[in-house]
């Protein structure tokens, strides 16, 4: 074998091993990207808030809630970053899935959630329950940004009820692929979620609502970050 012969062999051997990663490729697994690190980025500020702001209490207050007094905006921007994120994601699964169950409506839902992240940090809940400190212990005065916030924001039955669909609608295009475990796993993820939405709804304030729903919060970023690197490896291949 001559050495030029033997440099196109070993050329045609790496281009078969290793497929050139396109435009649109890129494009797609950078949207993803966004999917992935969303959730973990809006957790770990929320929680390094509520461990460190006065008066907040994880067991009492919702996440929401630190939108409001001197320290407002670092939530306000977090809910804004995540919103975002989760848009570009859902951009990153319209290309990714192209086609088949749920192809259309998974990346509908999931951007609807991300609509309602960006409408909770225009609409900021309304500060109660003795948070920010000084405020009067109780659900106190309900405003208009408030209202708002409980309908169209991240923690108002619009973005969760989109979020909530989008795992269920998954879930058929995971059984449809051929992967039965994801499937039953993204229709628990939105069960789960759905049922800590409705304690939170009807726990009146209680510590076990309110971290029965902190615990559903991480259920679903977790099944959206999931989702999202899922896709992002298959972008790949």
Wanted: glycine residues 12%; charged residues 10%.
């Amino acid at each position: 074998m001559t050495p030029h012969t033997a440099t196109a062999h070993t050329a045609a051997h790496t281009a078969t091993a290793v497929p050139a990663c396109d435009r649109r490729t890129r494009v797609t697994r950078s949207l993803l990207g966004y999917g992935i690190i969303a959730g973990p980025l809006y957790v770990t500020v929320s929680l390094a808030q509520a461990l460190t702001r006065e008066g907040f209490d994880l067991t009492r207050h919702a996440w929401s809630l630190l939108a409001n007094g001197d320290l407002g905006w670092i939530q306000i921007t977090n809910l804004l970053v995540a919103g975002l994120a989760v848009i570009a994601a859902a951009l990153g699964m319209r290309r990714g899935l192209a086609g088949g169950p749920g192809a259309r409506w998974t990346p509908r839902l999931v951007a609807g959630y991300g609509l309602g992240l960006l409408a909770s940090a225009v609409f900021t809940a309304d500060p109660s329950m003795g948070f920010p400190a000084g405020t009067p212990q109780g659900p106190g005065a309900v405003s208009t940004h408030g209202l708002l916030h409980l309908a169209a924001g991240a923690a108002g039955a619009v973005g969760f009820a989109a979020l909530i669909a989008a795992t269920l609608v998954h879930a058929r295009r995971l059984a449809a692929d051929g992967r039965p475990a994801a499937a039953a796993w993204s229709r628990t993820t939105g069960v789960l979620f759905a049922l800590a939405f409705a304690c939170v709804a009807t726990g009146g304030g209680a510590v076990w609502a309110n971290l029965a729903f902190t615990a559903g919060i991480l259920i679903a970023w977790t099944w959206l970050s999931v989702t999202s690197l899922r896709l992002y490896r298959a972008a790949g291949r």
